[in-house]
């Protein structure tokens, strides 16, 4: 592990300052809206619900196309702001590149999967931001609830369509992924344990 050293985090710099921050503590970190938001290493039932969408979108995706994990998203026109999703489908070259952001206008489908700790600003945030950016398709999955929100059709910094839903109803990908995602195995978060 390298040592942090102390960098003021001048525009421009954030994105050394989250690589830092991520290589001394192991934390995943985003910027989003010229903030630095860090994540904790996702939990088991988090990871199950990552596995289980790549090991059902994988089989059905062209040779063009590749479901990758972690693969971070650059905001247009800011030379600071990314995001790193929990799946991302974006063209199968972008795993022979040396590139470490996917160009937002690239990407097919953004899949956010909600920690047990996210707050829904950030939620919230953060769905604006590819609306933003122009994803074109974002699927946010919530195993706290046990529901899902497919968002589609970028417009003015908001999705024009959302189709929410909950566990055991299928989620209809659109074009050019075009298949039914079922959601019936997909895990639910236990209680969380309180802070004494």
């Not at 710099?13 to 192991?26: H, N, S």
């Not at 990908?173 to 298949?179: D, G, K």
Request: with cysteine; glycine share 6%; proline share 10%.
């Amino acid at each position: 592990m390298s040592e942090l050293r102390p960098l003021r985090a001048y525009p421009g710099q954030l994105r050394e300052v989250a690589e830092q921050i991520e290589e001394a503590t192991g934390l995943r970190v985003q910027i989003v809206g010229g903030s630095l938001m860090m994540s904790p290493t996702p939990r088991g039932k988090h990871a199950g619900v990552v596995y289980r969408l790549e090991e059902a979108i994988r089989p059905h995706l062209p040779d063009s196309l590749v479901a990758a994990e972690l693969a971070s998203i650059e905001m247009p026109g800011d030379p600071d702001d990314y995001v790193t999703p929990d799946l991302t489908v974006c063209p199968a070259e972008f795993l022979e590149s040396d590139d470490w952001l996917i160009d937002p206008e690239d990407v097919e489908l953004a899949v956010e999967v909600i920690s047990q700790s996210e707050k829904a600003r950030d939620i919230s945030q953060k769905n604006d931001w590819y609306a933003v950016a122009g994803v074109r398709a974002l699927l946010v999955i919530d195993p706290r609830h046990g529901t899902w929100a497919l968002r589609t059709r970028p417009a003015d910094g908001r999705y024009e369509d959302v189709l929410p839903g909950k566990y055991g109803e299928d989620i209809p990908l659109p074009e050019p992924l075009s298949l039914t995602l079922a959601t019936d195995r997909l895990p639910v978060y236990g209680p969380q344990a309180k802070a004494s």
